[in-house]
């Protein structure tokens, strides 16, 4: 330490500006790495890693793809509603899985005004298990709800404030789907209406989860919408067709060939089945080009606070090399009085090392403080990912001690350059050149 004063102390009186630059470009170059690094690993955390932290969520239908990209389900199914037992129950992945039926209401009334609806599910309990939603008011679905077919039905924290002005004034409030218009002679006719009571309010999902897995705004016990008699059971085999599924496991195809062994096992051959990553309404790319996105934000990023950080620790560089050029003939006496090449490169080494501390040190610094100003600014290039970007942002441990590595590590090996060639040639000959 007291050699390093020493160092610092006389190249100050020597060349204070370039020094103070130096240090600043390498403290500036540090803390844009740091903060490079942060943003991918924001970004990795908040957008690949919670869709995977919890296995991976597929549709599986029964039936084909038709020519133009949709699903022509099997009616009625080949399989019954027990499929979902017989998926939890053989399988070691598969955590549960909802009968689901898409859209069954396109719009909705509140006090005498229509809403049309983002989308909608008929489906049981165990939606909200598959996609982990949490009810902030009221209360969750049951099983008595599903069973019975109460007219209940569970609303988004979105869908609450805009229909009612609140999550709590939403409990109870009265929603009334379109109706069904039927005859009651000749030239009358009638809307057969039925309202729907709201039973609890769930936290919305992030903008990403809704996108990728299609996840509704409004749900509604599948069974309140079949006829309250024998044929119930029979009309909800007939549906059961369609299902979301939540497993651990995290490859879909490893998970395909999982469900179709269970699928064979309980229901024989020959059974249509598709099974696929994203929204129910059919095979989309947006989770692929989602994760694509992520990766090439993340790349180029931390390509960027590289490429900064090596910028910036030239001026390091440029003191050695002066420092070399300088020192030529005091380099020679030292050698010649029995000093090795090692010594001579250690001490040019440990001088290049502690100007990279010291701008390592200040960058951490800069880090912490431009944290939010920067990270705020990257937040509106990064569209529907910017509210779990800006929620997130702050400076990583992770990112903090890769950008000090590689800060000591680029001023330690651009420092050993001109110290090689301060320690080569002849000593006699340089003495005589000097």
Not at 233 to 239: Q, T
Not at 284 to 296: G, H, K
Not at 386 to 409: C, H, P, Q, W
Request: net charge negative; with cysteine; proline share 3%.
């Amino acid at each position: 330490m007291k050699k390093f004063l020493t160092l610092l102390l006389r190249h100050w009186v020597k060349t204070p500006v370039k020094i103070l630059l130096t240090i600043s470009a390498v403290s500036l170059g540090t803390g844009i790495l740091i903060l490079s690094f942060s943003a991918g690993k924001i970004l990795d955390e908040q957008v690949v890693d919670k869709m995977n932290d919890n296995g991976i969520i597929v549709n599986v239908v029964n039936g084909e793809w038709s020519a133009d990209g949709s699903v022509e389900m099997e009616r009625p199914s080949q399989w019954d509603s027990n499929i979902f037992n017989s998926l939890i129950s053989d399988s070691d992945s598969i955590s549960s899985a909802a009968l689901l039926m898409n859209d069954p209401f396109t719009e909705v009334t509140v006090n005498g005004k229509s809403y049309i609806l983002r989308s909608s599910a008929g489906t049981d309990p165990s939606y909200f298990d598959v996609y982990s939603l949490e009810i902030i008011s009221g209360l969750p679905m049951t099983q008595q709800d599903y069973d019975s077919g109460f007219k209940k039905i569970w609303i988004s924290e979105e869908m609450a404030v805009m229909l009612f002005g609140s999550a709590e004034k939403a409990i109870g409030g009265k929603v009334i789907p379109p109706g069904t218009r039927f005859q009651r002679g000749p030239g009358r006719s009638q809307d057969l209406l039925t309202q729907y009571s709201v039973a609890g309010v769930y936290a919305d999902p992030s903008e990403v989860a809704r996108r990728s897995y299609g996840i509704s705004d409004l749900i509604v016990p599948l069974t309140a919408m079949l006829p309250n008699d024998d044929n119930a059971n029979r009309m909800l085999d007939f549906m059961s067709g369609k299902m979301v599924v939540k497993s651990s496991e995290t490859s879909v195809d490893k998970l395909n060939s999982e469900i179709s062994q269970i699928v064979e096992n309980n229901y024989g051959y020959d059974i249509n089945l598709l099974v696929w990553e994203g929204t129910p309404k059919g095979e989309s790319s947006y989770m692929e080009e989602l994760r694509q996105a992520v990766s090439i934000f993340t790349v180029s990023v931390n390509i960027l606070g590289i490429v900064l950080l090596l910028t910036s620790s030239l001026g390091i560089f440029s003191i050695m090399v002066v420092e070399a050029l300088g020192k030529k003939r005091e380099i020679a006496l030292e050698r010649s009085l029995g000093a090795s090449q090692i010594r001579v490169v250690k001490e040019f080494w440990t001088w290049s090392i502690m100007l990279s501390l010291m701008g390592a040190v200040i960058g951490v610094i800069l880090a912490f403080i431009l944290a939010g100003p920067v990270l705020g600014t990257m937040a509106p290039l990064l569209g529907e990912l910017s509210g779990n970007f800006s929620e997130a942002s702050g400076v990583r441990f992770t990112s903090i001690v890769a950008g000090f590595l590689l800060a000591l590590g680029c001023g330690g090996i651009l420092g050993l350059l001109p110290a090689f060639s301060a320690v080569k040639g002849n000593i006699a000959e340089t003495l005589r050149e000097v």
